[in-house]
């Protein structure tokens, strides 16, 4: 067994990359990681409900104890006012399953900074970091590649690996029994 399966079975992360159209999770689950895409065929309010509900269900099945979600890049170019709309969705969903989890929110650049080694990674980059710390994964989207960024990321806060800085923005952003 790997050292990241040992750490997972006792940590049992999740993570997401929200989006309006996508939504990007990467999990250890039966001693397989998975990083999958989310998808919807509806559109508008219908779309939303859909994305969260097949999240949720997701989450009901791993039942992970930490879940890290990729935050609002609010000066990036791709800031999209629904993407708040869909975590904001996503934390109702979690409250109401009266489960606790603990959240955390991971800036983009941060998630870049930590393991492309540069805030303003591009996709392609990213993408190639993680082939390299996760080599027998296939990563099929930029949405899964995004997600397992944020699982490296959370998992390495949790053991201890990310330097203080870091860890105290990581923990800053970061909510229990949510």
Known sequence: MSEIFLMNKIHKILAIDPGTDYIGVAYLYNEKFIAK???????GIKRLEDLVNRLVNI???????????EDYGYGGKFFNVEVAEIVGAIKYK???SKKKYEITFL???SVKLLVAGNGRATKPELRKAINKKYSRLKIHTSHESDAMAIFAVMEDYLKGKINADASRRIKGRTYSNI
């Open 37 to 43: 895409t989310i998808t919807s065929d509806y559109y």
């Open 59 to 69: 989450i009901e099945i791993v039942k992970p104890k930490f879940i890290g979600i």
């Open 94 to 96: 979690l409250r109401s």
């Open 107 to 109: 800036a983009p650049n």
